[in-house]
């Protein structure tokens, strides 16, 4: 028990910033309740009326559906993109893999404002595409870096061996593919997929920018939050916020369980 | 076809470069059916590779290899007909026991029901009966072995590949599983190649033995030859133990060692056709040494030297002696002869029949 | 025979091919979603506007252009103060709750990784939006204050300044930090620990001397990160900051789609580049190590 020890401040303080980290979670889930049409604080009369009101509001609606289907389809592009990827610059000597390393993850440290702007430019020789195309052409850009990041290192501490005994007994890159690598991966691939799809159900700037007149929900929040908001939108959010962290949490304890029975075979 | 039965496998003049190094050096070998070969050596001479070479999951730099007389360059491990014990087992964690032994039938698409019946034919032959559904991860060391080798066996494969398949093993399942990979080897007639680095292992288990050194092969020969005739001076310190001594050939078989009085007459045999004034080293094995006062009268070869140490490891005792120019000398005889001082002065003797020469 | 090895040799020119086309079709889009925008505002920054028009053109004078306006000044320095700032607060927020889930939390500590994680993964509109709930000048801070007898008069300056902008930036890349720190820190043995302390270092010495110096690569790292996202952050400022003070990208964003002014805007988007770059680019040798040492 020599090792440094400050008693009971440090889980007191990190106590402290888990509260930070939950409060504006708690306040849109509390508000969500709030029966006043402009939510404040005392709040006298709890209802769950908004809920109705926001699930009833077509284009509040068809905006969260627009999101998920957009999102979907960035995830399942991403992941296609990233994984044969992923695969390559884990198992094989590739040429100039710093470069190609560099390419891949460009996209997270470039600003999202830049990127956007520069697909708005880009777009101008493709003005049909603006809107759900040219949304769903951007979020895979930048998913599928995160996606290729963690295959990537997923890959890495497979066993090899796996992959050479199927050979080794008959089966070709694609048997080998689908009989061993898929299946021991598979719980990585789900995890990959549904990250993918929180990080590009929540994007705003690139999609804001490549919109058009199509309307995912963090365009219809935006936009609301010019005006004096409806508790409806709080309603919406702390339902589909704790669908988020219901997914993102699941993903990454998969993802954890995963890499610690990696280390104890 | 000049030869009815071709070879399970040849190696000719394969070798493996990786950028500045060489991993294999020109090793040519040939494999005969149903031969029990080891290729033994330290950490990194090679093994592996060349173990990898034939399995076709490292390709070589130059030379050819042939499995069963057809070249396989530029053909996939899984167009091959080959099988692997992994070292790791490499059991796929997501299938049964049976699954796993079933594999290879699978790829081959052998039909169902004759599936079936060979792995439990397997599972009886390995010793795993009634353990067909259990997970592999709940499989002991021993177990998991015996799986990883039935997963090979199954598909009869030209040529079985082992990267030191009881590395992973305690010494006594390790003695117990190299009977039975002796016994299943005698049983079913297939080609066995094995990595390992215990020469113990090499010499009791197989017919043949590579011994590798720097990428190169020493010497490809039976586990006898190798340690009573041994081909070079690395072989001969490698396999057993030997005392070595650098001498130069003299005519009509005389030997002197260097800073040592010690004269030996060695016959034609043992000296291989060398010319007089060659540089060699003698090779004296411990066991054909006797230490006493004085030496018996047969014991041609004869140095003094001050006894140093004395261990005794049961029916044997070591006995370590310091030559005069400061080199040592062990000596293993029997327990039940008397042992001399430590300290004193003994002489170590051998006869000369028993020596064997390397080139220095 | 010689059938059979002309099959062999396609299907080993086919398995030759196999890394490529994995890795082609994401080369390829990056190429093309990636690059190409982004060599596409550099071009632009170059080119000349007139009225709402844009002409080819070889010519800094867009950039000469934007720092003669001090408007341009003063955003960019708050957007670096800001990002400065908020980079500064997240390190010191950050490093207790890394070092407790990395050497306090025993087999909660995944857990504990994860639930700091999680808010990341929230719509920063949605994160955003429960700020303005939080702050607002009737917002629940304020009103919490007054019951509490705290302060007579809601305070104005929480919501629409740069001091909420701050709040909101370090909510957003708070759990960036925690990583980075995170893995440093659990690499940090514990018996180097008990080394020092062993050696009479007191805690405090302990601490500095030998904890510190060894989570400098996280401590870089995390850092790097926040001040380079924080530079970039269009949202927060754009919905907490007021927009009496005006973020360097929100100036950008002004430019491109109020004024209309691309090869302006472009311009301005390769100095917020060119920013970012240098930041990763003095950090390398430490974003370096840290990978090496963590494995990522
Ligand atoms: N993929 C590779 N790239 C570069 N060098 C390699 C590669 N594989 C093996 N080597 C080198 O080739 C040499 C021989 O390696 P190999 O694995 O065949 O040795 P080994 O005899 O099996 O050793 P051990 O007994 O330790 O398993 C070693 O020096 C090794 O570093
Ligand atoms: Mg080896």
Not at chain 1, 111 to 122: A, C, F, N, Y
Not at chain 2, 108 to 124: Q, Y
Not at chain 2, 268 to 273: A, F, I, K, L
């Amino acid at each position: 028990m020599s090792r440094l020890s400050l008693g009971w401040t440090l889980p007191a303080y990190s106590v402290l910033l888990y509260a930070f980290l939950y409060l504006p979670i708690a306040v849109i889930v509390l508000f969500a309740f709030d029966a006043k049409a402009i939510p404040g604080l005392p709040i006298d009369t709890f209802t769950t009326d908004w809920f109705a009101v926001s699930l009833a509001d077509t284009r509040l609606v068809g905006s969260l559906f627009t999101s998920i289907r957009l999102a979907l389809l960035a995830a399942v592009l991403s992941t296609a993109l990233a994984m044969p990827a992923a695969m390559v610059l884990a198992w094989r000597p590739v040429r100039m893999k710093s470069l190609v390393l560099c390419l891949v993850l460009g996209p997270v440290v470039l600003p999202q404002l830049v990127l956007g702007l520069g697909l708005i430019v880009l777009f101008r020789a493709a003005p049909d595409l603006i809107g759900s195309p040219a949304i769903v052409l951007a979020h895979t850009t930048m998913t599928s870096s995160y996606a290729t990041l963690m295959l990537y290192s997923r890959f890495l501490g497979f066993r090899r061996s796996y992959i050479e005994a199927a050979m080794n007994l008959g089966a070709d890159e694609f048997v080998t593919f689908r009989e061993v690598v898929l299946p021991l991966v598979a719980p990585s691939l789900i995890a990959v997929l549904l990250l993918a799809f929180t990080d590009a159900f929540g994007e705003f700037v690139v999609a804001w920018f490549l919109a058009g007149f199509t309307e995912t929900l963090p365009i219809a929040i935006w936009t609301s939050l010019r005006q004096v908001i409806s508790p409806k939108i709080y309603a919406l959010s702390a339902l589909v916020i704790l669908v988020t962290l219901f997914v993102s949490v699941s993903a990454q304890i998969w993802i954890l369980g995963q890499s610690r029975r990696e280390c104890e075979s | 076809m000049t030869e009815p039965v071709p070879n399970a496998v040849e190696l000719r003049a394969v070798s493996k470069v990786y950028g500045a190094s060489t991993a294999v050096r020109e090793v040519s070998m040939d494999i005969a059916r149903g031969a029990f070969v080891t290729i033994l050596g330290p950490s990194g001479c090679g093994k592996s590779t060349l173990l990898r070479m034939i399995s076709g999951f490292v390709s070589p730099s130059s030379g050819d290899v042939l499995i069963d007389g057809v070249s396989v360059l530029g053909a996939a491990p899984y167009e091959r007909d080959t099988a692997m014990v992994f070292q790791d087992y490499a059991l796929f964690p997501h299938r049964t026991v049976a699954q796993n032994l079933a594999f290879g039938l699978r790829m081959r698409k052998v039909a169902k029901d004759e599936i079936a019946r060979r792995v439990e034919a397997m599972l009886e032959l390995v010793n795993l009966k009634g353990f067909g559904d259990r997970r592999v991860s709940q499989m002991s060391g021993g177990q998991a072995q015996r799986v990883a080798l039935g997963r090979a066996l199954i598909v009869r494969p030209a040529v079985l590949l082992l990267d030191e398949p009881l590395g992973a093993l305690d010494l006594k399942l390790r003695k117990q599983m190299q009977a039975e990979l002796k016994t299943i080897h005698r049983d079913l007639g297939l080609t066995f190649v094995a990595v390992t680095h215990d020469q113990e292992e090499a010499l009791t288990l197989s017919d043949r033995i590579a011994v590798m050194n720097g990428g190169a092969l020493e010497q490809f020969d039976t586990p006898e030859n190798l340690y009573r005739r041994p081909a070079t001076r690395f072989v001969a310190d490698f396999v057993g133990n030997a005392n070595l001594f650098d001498a130069r050939l003299g005519s009509d078989g005389r030997v002197e060692a260097q800073g040592l009085p010690l004269t030996l007459f060695l016959n034609p045999v043992q000296r291989g056709g060398r010319q007089s004034g060659a540089a060699i080293a003698l090779v004296v094995r411990p066991e054909t040494i006797a230490v006493g006062a004085t030496a018996p009268e047969s014991h041609d070869g004869r140095v003094e030297a001050q006894v140093e140490e004395i261990m005794f490891s049961g029916a044997v005792q070591q006995i370590v002696g310091r030559l005069p120019d400061g080199r040592r000398i062990t000596a293993h005889q029997s327990a039940a002869l008397p042992a001399p001082e430590r300290g004193t002065t003994a002489v170590f003797s051998w006869p000369s029949q028993s020596v064997w020469l390397v080139d220095a | 025979m010689s059938a059979a090895r002309d099959i062999a040799r396609r299907r080993s020119r086919l398995r030759a091919a196999l890394p490529a086309a994995g890795l082609l079709p994401l080369v390829l889009w990056q190429i093309v979603f990636f690059v190409v925008p982004v060599a596409l505002i550099l071009g632009l920054s170059v080119w000349r506007s007139q009225s709402y028009r844009l002409i080819p053109a070889f010519t800094f004078d867009n950039y000469i252009a934007i720092f003669a306006r001090p408007a341009i000044w003063r955003a960019l320095l708050l957007s670096v103060e800001t990002a400065a700032f908020v980079t500064v607060a997240c390190a010191v927020l950050a490093y207790p709750v890394a070092y407790f889930i990395a050497k306090k939390a025993g087999r909660w500590r995944g857990l504990l990784l994860v639930a700091v994680i999680a808010p990341f993964w929230i719509s920063i509109v949605m994160r955003v939006a429960a700020w303005r709930l939080l702050l607002g000048e009737r917002g629940v801070i304020n009103q919490m204050a007054i019951a509490l007898g705290l302060t007579e008069a809601p305070m104005s300056f929480l919501l629409y300044s740069p001091v909420s902008t701050a709040i909101g930036l370090i909510y957003a890349y708070l759990p960036l930090y925690v990583l980075p720190l995170y893995a440093a820190i659990s690499n940090i043995h514990d018996n180097w620990i008990d080394a020092a302390m062993d050696l009479n270092a007191s805690p405090t010495r302990t601490f500095f001397e030998v904890i510190l110096p060894l989570s400098a690569p996280g401590l870089v790292v995390g850092a790097v990160f926040c001040f380079v996202f924080g530079l970039g952050e269009f949202v927060t400022p754009a919905l907490l900051g007021g927009g009496k003070q005006l973020m360097f990208s929100q100036v950008i964003q002004d430019e491109f789609q109020r004024r209309l002014d691309w090869p302006s805007g472009a311009a301005m988007a390769v100095v917020l580049l060119v920013l970012v770059f240098a930041s990763l680019a003095l950090s390398m040798k430490w974003i370096r190590r840290a990978s090496g040492e963590t494995g990522l």
